[in-house]
């Protein structure tokens, strides 16, 4: 196996959690961070290079690929200056929050003819990836309807709201790739109700913390996804795709598989805690898929129109629960943008 | 004290299975009348001990002796049954639904009331013990507030397009028990609704005017948000799922199954399928709804389940046709009262 030599921008929680995953990454060999707010003494240990200035990891010719881990607002520039350079790029979700932007970041992507993934790492959860086989081999037939529920287990601070974007194109964003993706099928129209439940400095940030979201796809399907700031008792994931021929569901995952019974209740466990947690094998087999897709020079699994196309439902939604009418999807998009997940 | 006299009234699917319920599970009713409007099967009357047979809905009506009746005649005859019932002075148990608009149900009630007697609807989840359960949690808090509810309501074969036909449509006929259901259990009223149905089933169903598949979302007037999907097949049996979410936690209530074998092999574990049809999934409620009726006519109780549920649940269906039809979400009338959920007057 070719080993292909990485950098990474961003050394915060996820950038350090990608890292990780690459060090112990067969074929990958992580030569350097930069992050200008870290100071690395703690970490990485020696064998990485480290650095205050992103320039370091641009202008380093060995590196092939670079994972943009910074904050949101610099994704689009760093993907872009990676792009230029040459190098691949892998970028957190979402590239931006303005579809312009993104357009503008995949048009240079594009003429740079560099391969560009997109941090869906839900795609690569061993779950959802049995429930996307059962709708590819037809062990369900047609999809008729995908249901997700997808709630946090406490809410952000009323400051990220703010910077967020708001919770459709932050966090549901998530859910409109999972529909995307289980489907293979486009998103036409959208429509969503939204409530501040939860926390009313959410509210007054000018978001929502709870929502239920009814989707019709282009395959005459239809999805809804319900989401919630703050379940009391974990992260609550799953989904269900139902079709002509049945139904597969995913259920919650907990940290041990038990069943307490006493006088009390029969009592399981409380799901995973947060995404860290449930979602923690798909951060290192989305990685995987990425540099293999260098490697054997293919798509990459989760690509810039997927983003784009997630961001452009979530804009949508956005503007359901503001006007109180059902938004189409296609006077969103641009042409051609159109590419089942 | 002598068990109340009873005379069922439609002698259809429905109509033999409340009957043998009353007989068999029910002790405090007597069934002594059955009437249908074609001649009732002898050796199914005699097994039952049920003396009166006949055609003519009189022999309920004019007899003295019977103080309730049980309407599973075809659904468009209900109201003026009731209205005939209730000049006669019984008590009633109508099967949903009552009719397909509010005004009829209105005037059903208005009978009853003037008549001075009970009326119950078949709204029979609400007296399944698991969805009774469900209710008792939010009650004594046990979820905190309401924020979210969810009904996922699937059969397990798509009816026969002449039942499509005169049903009222996947709206009426079907989603109707979830739109009770979310009234039930949350103990709020759907203030606001966005429906959208598919033809993905069945093009027959299409050509038939109705939908096979359906999504309606609700926001309710305690603030909270309601999920409803809906099909009309599964090809794995009755599809019964709820979900109530709120601030505290969650309560589920999962489908049941015939029997609770595993059987796991090289080729996987594997678990009955739900139920095949709601005869089975819910048999107790379907006893317990008439225990329920029967006790509310001896011992002077409200009814669980009322004419103006029924009232309300039309003309949440009729708002989500409209949705559906329009294209557009659809404010409820604030003439939708607010009840209480479970008890009422």
Redesign the interface.
């Known amino acids: 196996m070719r080993v292909i030599t990485a950098g990474i921008l961003g050394a915060g929680r996820i950038g350090k959690i990608h890292a990780n995953n690459l060090m112990a990454m067969p074929g990958v060999r992580l030569k350097a961070i930069a992050d200008p707010y870290v100071d690395f003494k703690e970490w990485p240990g020696a064998a990485i290079a480290t650095s205050r200035d992103p320039e370091d990891v641009l202008k380093d010719r060995e590196i092939e690929a670079v994972l943009v881990c910074s904050p949101t607002p610099s994704h689009a520039e760093f993907t872009e200056a990676a792009a230029r350079a040459g190098k691949h790029v892998f970028c957190e979700k979402p590239i931006a929050l303005d579809p312009e932007r993104v357009r503008a970041t995949l048009g240079v992507v594009e003429r740079s003819g560099v391969k560009l993934q997109v941090g869906f790492n839900r795609r690569f959860d061993p779950t959802f990836a049995r429930v996307r086989r059962a709708v590819v081999d037809g062990e369900i037939g047609d999809v008729h309807l995908v249901r997700i529920t997808a709630r946090d287990p406490a809410p952000p601070p009323a400051e990220y709201v703010q910077a967020s974007g708001g919770m459709f194109v932050d966090m549901t964003i998530h859910d409109f790739d999972m529909v995307r993706f289980l489907s293979g099928s486009e998103v036409e129209e959208v429509h969503a109700y939204g409530a501040v439940l939860v926390d009313p400095a959410i509210g007054r940030a000018g978001d929502i913390d709870t929502a239920v979201t009814t989707l019709r796809l282009s395959n005459g399907a239809l999805a809804v996804i319900e989401n919630s700031r703050k379940a009391v008792f974990g992260y609550d994931q799953r989904i269900e795709v139902f079709g002509s021929k049945g139904g597969i569901e995913a259920y919650n995952e907990t940290p041990a598989q038990t069943v307490l019974r006493t006088s009390a209740g029969v009592r399981s466990e409380n799901p995973l805690y947060f995404f860290l947690e449930r979602y923690q094998r798909s951060f290192v087999i989305e990685l995987e898929a990425f540099f293999s897709s260098i490697r054997e020079d293919t798509q990459p699994p989760a690509g810039g129109e997927d983003g784009l196309m997630a961001l452009l439902i979530g804009l949508a939604a956005k503007q359901s629960l503001l006007e109180n009418r059902p938004v189409q999807l296609a006077k969103l998009a641009s042409p051609g943008s159109k590419k089942a997940g | 004290m002598k068990p109340t006299t009873v005379g069922v009234i439609g002698i259809g699917r429905i109509g033999r299975m409340h009957t043998e319920n009353l007989v068999h599970a029910v002790p405090d009713a007597y069934v002594k009348a059955v009437v249908s409007r074609t001649q009732v099967d002898p050796a199914w009357a005699d097994a039952l001990g049920i003396p009166v047979r006949s055609t003519n809905v009189d022999k309920i009506l004019k007899d003295p002796e019977i103080e309730a009746v049980v309407i599973t005649a075809p659904s468009g005859l209900h109201v003026e049954l009731i209205r005939r019932a209730a000049a006669a002075g019984k008590h009633i148990f109508c099967e949903k639904p009552v009719a397909f608009e509010p005004a009829p149900i209105e005037q059903a009630q208005a009978a009853a009331t003037a008549a001075g007697v009970k009326l119950q609807v078949g709204f029979n989840r609400r007296f399944d013990p698991s969805l009774l359960k469900m209710w008792q949690g939010v009650q004594a808090g046990e979820v905190g507030?309401i924020?979210?509810l969810?009904v996922?309501n699937?059969d397990p074969k798509a009816p026969p397009i002449e039942f499509v036909k005169r049903s009222g449509g996947l709206f009426f006929d079907f989603a109707i028990h979830d739109f009770d259901t979310i009234r039930f259990l949350s103990g709020s009223e759907i203030v606001e609704l966005?429906a959208?149905g598919?033809v993905?089933?069945d093009p027959e169903i299409g050509k038939a005017g109705d939908v096979d598949?359906?999504?309606i979302?609700v926001?309710l007037a305690n603030?909270?948000?309601?999920?409803i999907?809906c099909?009309r097949?599964?090809?794995?049996g009755y599809?019964q799922r709820f979900e109530v979410?709120g601030?505290?936690?969650?309560l589920v209530v999962e489908n049941t199954t015939p029997t609770t074998v595993v059987a796991s092999s090289k080729g996987g574990v594997v678990a009955d399928t739900p139920h095949e049809n709601f005869v089975g999934r819910y048999r107790e409620a379907f006893i317990a709804e008439l225990s329920a009726f029967v006790a509310a006519v001896r011992e002077g109780l409200a009814v669980r389940a009322g004419a103006d549920d029924a009232l309300a649940a039309v003309k949440v269906a009729a708002a989500a046709k409209a949705s559906h039809e329009t294209?557009?979400?659809v404010r409820l009338s604030a003439n939708v009262q607010a009840t209480s959920g479970g008890q009422r007057r």
Not at chain 2, 223 to 227: D, E, R
Not at chain 2, 233 to 236: C, V
Not at chain 2, 247 to 250: H, L, P, R, Y
């Open positions: 507030d924020h979210q969810r996922t699937r966005f959208v598919a993905l089933v598949t359906a999504v979302t926001r603030g909270a948000l309601g999920v999907d099909s097949q599964t090809n794995y599809d979410f601030s505290k936690g969650s294209h557009l979400p």
